[in-house]
């Protein structure tokens, strides 16, 4: 049997989940500057339009979990959130960006319409707590350290604060050093519990690591796991899109280059379709 996600409405206009179109999650994944992030933005969202998809627009104001000190962690939280606020009012679109710590929240809540939960920081009941207080849509991240079935846990959490705004994001799973795996298996199984779930076709092509003082990727393969994971029932997918892909700040190697964007979305919406005239998604 087909299960249907309830539908969750963003900032009062933007519905997903249930029986809408699939949606997109996507921008740069650090704010690079006002400029660049409200080009992108602009960008993703005439594309969208055009195609009749709804878009969420995400970029991290800090990335505080790099793996080098040296490497580039975005503008900060006062200063992103202005900028993503800026996005926000002046393109009339919802935004996104990840917490890192309990403080950061309500700051955040002012600004974002979806808190997203890292990926890393998926079990950190505090955070999940004082997010979903919040009564935000909440996106969260599996880690690449779990099972799908683990992440029952965290929707638990948020569940527990009468908090039903849920989005649960697929990543990919560790493989060894420095890979990760898509399991298709994960989209069917987090979506037995009833929330919308997104395939998060750049992280699951990443090699944490890999470069040794950053991650590496593979960003060729992002339009076959976003394929992937839309036939067998994802709601949403999530990618990390940049002008310059070679030349970002934060994740260039699984970073999808905008020049593909449209011609990826139009064969998504195609197999959306075709995989929801189907019965069940495996």
Known sequence: MLIVAREITINNKTRIGGTNPFFLIGGPCVIESQDHAFFIAKEIKEICENLKISFIFKASYDKANRSSLASFRGPGLEQGLEILGFIKNELDIPVLSDVHETNQVDKAAKVLDIIQIPAFLCRQTDLIVEAAKTQKTLNLKKGQFLSPYEMKNAVEKVLGQKNENIILTERGTSFGYNNLVFDVHSIP???????????????????????????????????????????????????????????????KHNSLNIKELQNLLSSLLHLKKASDRNNDPL
């Open 189 to 251: 199984i987090m979506k037995r519990w009833g929330f919308p779930v997104v395939i998060d076709a750049s992280h699951s092509v990443q090699k944490p690591g890999g470069e040794g003082s950053s991650s590496g990727g593979d960003a060729e393969f992002i339009p076959s796991v976003a394929k992937a994971g839309i036939a067998v029932g994802a709601d949403g997918v999530f990618l990390e899109i940049h002008d310059n892909p070679a030349q970002a700040l934060s994740d």
